[in-house]
């Protein structure tokens, strides 16, 4: 771990605190970039998976729905 001095707008790390129900600056900073990086995996994720065509008719997937 090292130790970083940066400047933050005050309302930004605000919001971001109520956003992400956290308290310290530490948590707020350690869970947005947390999260952020949560987000891009998942999206390269999604975007590895691509498009599936499962070549299904409206009424087949409302049949499916009221089975579940």
Do not use: H, P, Y
Not at 12 to 22: F, H, V
Not at 45 to 54: N, V
């Amino acid at each position: 771990m090292t130790r970083r001095t940066v400047v933050i707008d005050d309302k930004l790390l605000d919001e971001a605190r109520q956003a992400l129900g956290t308290r310290s600056i530490r948590a707020t900073i350690e869970t947005g970039l947390r999260e952020a990086i949560r987000k891009q995996r998942l999206e390269e994720l999604r975007q590895s998976l691509g498009m599936l065509d499962l070549d299904l008719t409206a009424k087949d997937l409302e049949r499916l729905r009221n089975e579940g």
